[in-house]
Nanobody, 124 residues
Framework: QVQLVESGGGLVQAGGSLRLSCAAS????????MGWFRQAPGKEREFVAR????????YYADSVKGRFTISVDNTKSTVYLQMNSLKPEDTAVYLC?????????????????WGQGTQVTVAS
């Protein structure tokens, strides 16, 4: 089992920045990649970013490319999401996820473990 705990959400003005953290514990050696998803009220869970732990290879949704940066500190088993130039449409609950495989990297079904989420609200 892997446990994931997110932190760093909050309220920010449009154009501002936030950094989310996700601390992993348990069988962290089994995690191949970690990702961030988000879910706004009434909408489906949406892929945001992913990073492969061994190579640091990253992948982003088009909607956040150039504004968000995902990174990982393997010594701390922690993944980060630096969010800059935030927009009101970025408002959502942001969830950290861990994957044990290369399958479905941008789909929720490709991830076995999930955190509880942290709220990000961007005011216009």
């Amino acid at each position: 089992q892997v446990q994931l705990v997110e932190s760093g959400g909050g309220l920010v003005q449009a154009g501002g920045s936030l950094r989310l953290s996700c601390a992993a514990s348990g069988r962290t050696f089994s995690m191949y990649a970690m990702g961030w998803f988000r879910q706004a009220p009434g909408k489906e869970r949406e892929f945001v970013a992913r990073i492969t732990r061994s190579t640091g290879t990253t992948y982003y949704a088009d909607s956040v490319k150039g504004r968000f940066t995902i990174s990982v500190d393997n010594t701390k088993s922690t993944v980060y999401l630096q969010m800059n130039s935030l927009k009101p449409e970025d408002t959502a609950v942001y969830l950290c996820a861990a994957s044990q495989s290369t399958s479905w990297p941008t789909r929720p079904s490709g991830y076995e473990y999930w955190g509880q989420g942290t709220q990000v609200t961007v005011a216009s």
